[in-house]
């Protein structure tokens, strides 16, 4: 059994909607569909769940929501209309679109969440309506009904793992099940949506939840890209990731699937791949949790920008016992999170994230550095992007840090920090941003010969 997922692109129209029931159709084993709300039809659209939005903040502001309850209609109308549909579905979707604006305004924690979940719940209905009507028998779940029962964090929401025993009977319908992604509901039942882009998550909780054989990911590329093709022409696609490499990629910057999903399938130990609904034949990537065959060191390449470095330096620092730790507590006492600390003997650097950072903190950082720790030198350095390569079997070639230092080197590209885990799954450059796309030609050309 697979359960399929399709982003907002893959769902924004009626001829959309035609190639996803083409390839549901052309698949027995596709028995769960995961869907977004309609997304984007063209760079100039704007996606239901924005739109959503835009009618949460009028309906709290006691303006008048005529025009935001008819733009959203009207987007499931003109997909219903040219589909063909029976008019009860687009009745239902409607009314359910209206009653937002019936839901209490105060002391309601989830009223946000119920007008985002409104986009997918309202396109799985219409989903599934299409299905039916075109010779494949379906049937529309809510999260309720489905047991995606999840922590009552709005617009934050963790799955609860005991929900996987109810959505494993799932597997008792004879219907392909849709369901709306994005949220599910709390012990109390109230509506409550994973982070943005969350659809993919349900994706992965329902097939851990009916233990798929394959969790198919649909969005609108050829899989994921060994490096981003804004950057790199035509770079080649990857036909094979396992986990651990897809997770190191997804934090330099790839971001074809939600960080939060991989979790859920992982765990369940389904393989999950991703395609293009545009062009269903393409294989796509697969993310497993072994390689099936040797691959070269280096699978992808990715870079990320908005990183500025703590540089600490105080003679004798190896000796002191607990520096480290008390530099870690100034940031945790100011709510700081770390990225990557690379060391030397008299000198370390704290890299985070620049969105971190405010005025104030940083005058008391370094205020807590100067005077409580007593460093020599302490400064902010900013304007720093991370560059990462990529692949479980550097392990066992030796030389992958001496190809990316050649070729940064040859391209006048200074390494500003370097680091690599033991694990030794990636290794990490930091370097200025102004050299990035420069460095991330340098290192494709190293690893990805043109034959
Ligand atoms: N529709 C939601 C969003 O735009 C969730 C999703 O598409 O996955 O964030």
């Known amino acids: ?57 009028h309906y709290v502001a006691e303006k008048n929501v005529t025009a935001d309850q008819e733009w959203i209609i009207e987007r499931y109308q003109a997909m219903s209309d040219e589909l063909g549909l029976k008019p009860k579905v687009m009745t239902k979707i409607a009314q359910a679109i209206k009653d937002l604006a019936k839901l209490p305004i105060q002391d309601n924690l989830f009223l946000y969440d119920s007008f985002l979940a409104a986009g997918e719940d309202n ?21 309720k009904e489905a047991g995606i029962t999840v922590t009552p964090e709005p617009g934050n929401a963790q799955i609860i793992p005991s929900s996987y025993d109810r959505i494993e ?33 349900t994706g992965s909780i329902v097939a851990a939840g009916v233990k798929a054989d394959l969790y198919e990911n649909f969005t609108d590329v050829d899989g994921i890209f060994s ?31 939600h960080d939060e999903a991989l979790i859920p399938a ?30 070269q060191p280096v699978v992808g390449i990715s870079a990320d920008d908005g990183f500025v470095s703590i540089t600490i330096s105080k003679y004798l620092m190896n000796r002191e016992i607990g520096f480290g730790r008390k530099v870690l507590q100034i940031l945790e006492d100011l709510n ?17 994230r620049e969105r971190q950072l405010t005025p104030i903190k940083e005058e008391e950082i ?3 550095l100067t005077h409580k720790l007593e460093v020599d030198h302490a400064e902010i350095e900013r304007d720093f992007s991370i560059l990462m390569i990529v692949g479980e079997n550097m392990k066992s070639h030796i030389g992958v840090t001496a190809t990316a230092a050649k070729a940064l080197s040859d391209k006048g590209i200074n390494i500003e920090m370097i680091s690599q885990g033991s694990s030794e799954v990636s290794i990490l450059f930091v370097i200025k941003t102004a050299q990035k796309n420069a460095a991330i030609q340098a290192l494709y050309e190293a690893f990805f010969p043109k034959n």
């Open 123 to 143: 396109n799985a209905k219409l989903i599934a309506a299409y299905f039916n009507q075109n010779g494949l028998p379906a049937v529309y779940v809510h999260p």
């Open 266 to 295: 992982y765990r369940g130990r389904i393989p999950l791949v991703i395609k293009n609904t545009n062009n269903p034949s393409h294989p796509g990537t697969k993310i497993v949790l072994k390689h099936s065959r040797n691959q």
């Open 169 to 201: 009977k799932l597997r008792g319908y004879d219907e392909v099940v849709v369901i709306p992604g994005f949220f599910g509901v709390t012990a109390e039942g109230d509506i409550c949506t994973f982070s943005r882009g969350g659809s993919d998550i």
């Open 227 to 257: 490096a981003h093709p804004g950057i790199i022409k035509n770079p080649q696609s990857i036909s094979e990731l396992t986990y651990r490499e897809m997770r190191e990629l997804a934090y330099a910057g790839f971001t074809v699937l």
């Open 1 to 57: 059994m697979k359960v399929v997922k399709f982003g907002g692109s893959s769902l924004a129209s009626a001829q959309q909607l035609e190639k996803v029931l083409d390839i549901v159709k052309a698949d027995p084993e596709r028995k769960f569909v995961v869907v977004s709300a309609p997304g984007k039809r063209d760079s100039q659209d704007t996606k239901v769940t924005d739109a959503l939005i835009q009618y949460y903040k």
């Open 366 to 368: 370094l205020r807590q």
């Open 336 to 352: 700081i999170g770390f990225e990557h600390i690379p060391t030397g003997i008299d000198d370390m650097s704290v890299i985070i």
